[in-house]
């Protein structure tokens, strides 16, 4: 069975940190890009950052640049979200997305909730 599953959410406090994860199964992430996005409650789905299949190249939204880190081990068939520094309006579902010529897969999200 195909899919990705995301995992590592929960609730933390302000300037603290969590990882998220990404496995695949069914399939191998090698040679497909991986997005993060982020909905909260209200708004529309976000593109947070992505990671280039094969050589790795990253990007980041302005409002992740220098908190968020993603990381893949395709040993693993993994895509991690590092996430420091994290901020009230860090609160969101989070999916991941694997993508490649002709095929798509979202996750199921997991969600984040940065509070005192």
């Known amino acids: 069975q195909v899919q990705l599953v995301e995992s590592g959410g929960g609730l933390v406090q302000p300037g603290g940190s969590l990882r998220l994860s990404c496995a695949a199964s069914g399939f191998t992430l090698d040679y497909y890009a991986i997005g993060w996005f982020r909905q909260a409650p209200g708004k529309e789905r976000e593109g947070v950052s992505c990671?280039?299949?094969?050589?790795?190249?990253?990007y980041y939204a302005d409002s992740v640049k220098g908190r968020f880190t993603i990381s893949r081990d395709n040993a693993k068939n993994t895509v991690y979200l590092q996430m420091n520094s994290l901020k009230p309006e860090d609160t969101a579902v989070y999916y991941c997305?694997?993508?490649?010529?002709?095929?798509?897969?979202w996750g199921q999200g997991t969600q984040v909730t940065v509070s005192s």
């Open positions: 997305k694997a993508i490649t010529s002709g095929r798509l897969y």
């Open positions: 990671i280039s299949s094969r050589v790795g190249r990253t």
